[in-house]
Every structure is written in structure tokens, then in C-alpha cells.
């Protein structure tokens, strides 16, 4: 586990990444940051969490770190005992996870549900999905209190590295640990004279640390799809996107999957998982 700690006093602002070894994004966004020796407003931590499976290019050395906490420090587990020392780590801490997916391409948010917090921060990031675990956060970091994590885009893509980046300035800047910029009316910033970049869109403003209010969809987990055993897999919906009732939504060799009720594919992909194709959720509305 590396750590890095900016500004003065006891961080109550996290940054977590890596906790899965083979996505490297987290670790990526973090380093391009602290590299940046940014000045920041409130004492923030940023965690590189498994440093051995990263090196490895693996999801875990013993078991999956974001099905083991709380942890255990006797354990014989190398992530049991990481679990225990990385909760030590965002005790006490506002704390933004950052994950990487094989189901979807755009940045999301996943909360354990939308409290006090996650209601302040989420229409701040640059996401337009938020999704409650509901109870399947059993084992995961998002039982910490005050957790917010992020898919940041597509597993070991350059893409999922710059969104990381992004996302980490705008949540650093949602919780008041660094400055937004102005932007002054005639398109300049700081009172200056207009930019090339004067007909920025929203997204690109964010990148600039400028977080703005704007409405997402929140979904909530239903129901684990399962997958059986097979040599080749398809997924024939699209996440967040709803089927319907009797629509074919996945195949596993020649085995079709058809929906028996209405739902929303969550994290659904043919390889992202072993034994589930993802998840059957709901829309529960929007924020905010």
C-alpha cells in the first residue's frame, strides 16, 4: 500500500485506487496528481491499495480485496490483512474509490445508498449514473461510511486513466480540498480575456475542477444474473438501458437468457464476471 499525504493536519478527505490489481487506472490518476504537487485547501490522502496484485497484473494475490473487509491483521490472506489496514487508512475520512469495468465505457458512481453525503458530492462529479448497492455491498469498501465509488471507464484503457484523473479533481474540489477556478463572464478565466476554450462544454468545465450541479439517474440492484458454465458468452442489452419482460438480454453457448420481468442491466457484461453476467436493477429517480 502506497500513501501519499497532501497538506497540513489529519486528512478527513480520501482517494483510494488499485484495489484491484488489474486496474491500474486508479494508480495511474493518482500518481499524474500528486506529481502535480497541487495545492490543495483540506489535508487529503491518496492510496495506492494493492500495490502486489498491481505489479502482479492481477485482480488479487489470495482473495478479492473488495469482498474482504473488514479484514483481519492474523490473517494468512495478503487482501484480509490489506483490508484490515487500508480500513484503518480512510477511518474517519470522506473516501472516493476508483474502479475499473469490462460492462461500460462512461464514468460512473455506485454508493451503498445516497445519505447526507453522496446527495452533496454526486451531482458534482462528472457522472450521469449513480447506483445503490442496495445489500450487495457486503465485503466492500462502500461499507465504510462516507465511501463513494467510481467505474472510471473500461479496464486497462487510457481513457479509464484520464477519467480517473478528472474525477479525482472534481471530487477533491466537491468536498472543498482544492480551489475551483473562476470563470468570468465573457468566457475568460480569473477575469481574463476569453480563452481558445470559450464554448467549453459542461464536461470540459468540470475537467477544469469546476464542479456544477446537473441532475443523474440513480438505480438500485435487484438481483444477481447468474452465469452457467460455457465456452463462449453474449450480452444482448446495454447497461442502464431497460429490457423488457421476454427480451433475450444474454447466451452462453447456445443456453438463451430471457428477461421474466422489466429491468435495468447493471454491470453486465459477457467475461467481467465468473459466475454472474452482472446485475438486474431499477430506476429510483433522480438527483438532484
Not at 88 to 107: D, M, N
Not at 140 to 149: D, G, S, V, Y
Not at 212 to 223: A, G, I, K, P, Q
Request: contains cysteine.
Amino acid at each position: 500500500m502506497r500513501i501519499y499525504e497532501l497538506g497540513d493536519g489529519t486528512p478527513e478527505v480520501s482517494v483510494v485506487g488499485s484495489i484491484h490489481g488489474d486496474e491500474p487506472c486508479g494508480a495511474r490518476a493518482i500518481e499524474r496528481f500528486v506529481a502535480e504537487e497541487p495545492d490543495v485547501e483540506r489535508p487529503v490522502k491518496l492510496i495506492v491499495a494493492n500495490e502486489e496484485a498491481l505489479a502482479a497484473d492481477e485482480r488479487y494475490l489470495d482473495d478479492d480485496l473488495n469482498r474482504a473487509f473488514p479484514g483481519d491483521p492474523n490473517a494468512e490472506s495478503h487482501e484480509r490483512r490489506l483490508a484490515h489496514d487500508l480500513g484503518r487508512e480512510v477511518r474517519g475520512t470522506t473516501a472516493f474509490s476508483i474502479h475499473s469495468t469490462q460492462s461500460y465505457a462512461e464514468p460512473f458512481a455506485i454508493v451503498d445508498t445516497v445519505d447526507a453525503i453522496s446527495r452533496s458530492i454526486l451531482p458534482r462529479l462528472p457522472v450521469d449514473v449513480a447506483v445503490e448497492t442496495n445489500h450487495f455491498a457486503e465485503g466492500r469498501l462502500i461499507e465504510h461510511a462516507h465511501t463513494i465509488e467510481v467505474e472510471a471507464g473500461l479496464q486497462k484503457s487510457d481513457e479509464a486513466a484520464d477519467n480517473a484523473y478528472w474525477l479525482i479533481r472534481a471530487f477533491l474540489t466537491a468536498t472543498n480540498a482544492l480551489p475551483a477556478p473562476a470563470i468570468a463572464s465573457d468566457g475568460g478565466k480569473d477575469g481574463g480575456a476569453p480563452d481558445e476554450t470559450a464554448s467549453q462544454t459542461e464536461d470540459d468545465r468540470l475537467k477544469l475542477g469546476i464542479p456544477e450541479e446537473h441532475s443523474l439517474d440513480v438505480f438500485r440492484l435487484l438481483e444477481r444474473l447468474p452465469k452457467p458454465p460455457a465456452d463462449q458468452y453474449e450480452v444482448h442489452a446495454t447497461n442502464f438501458e431497460p429490457v423488457s419482460a421476454g427480451e433475450t438480454f444474454a447466451r452462453a453457448d447456445a443456453e438463451q437468457f430471457v428477461a421474466d420481468r422489466d429491468f435495468y442491466p447493471i454491470l453486465l457484461s459477457a467475461y467481467g464476471y465468473a459466475d454472474i453476467f452482472g446485475y438486474a436493477g431499477e430506476k429510483v429517480g433522480t438527483l438532484p
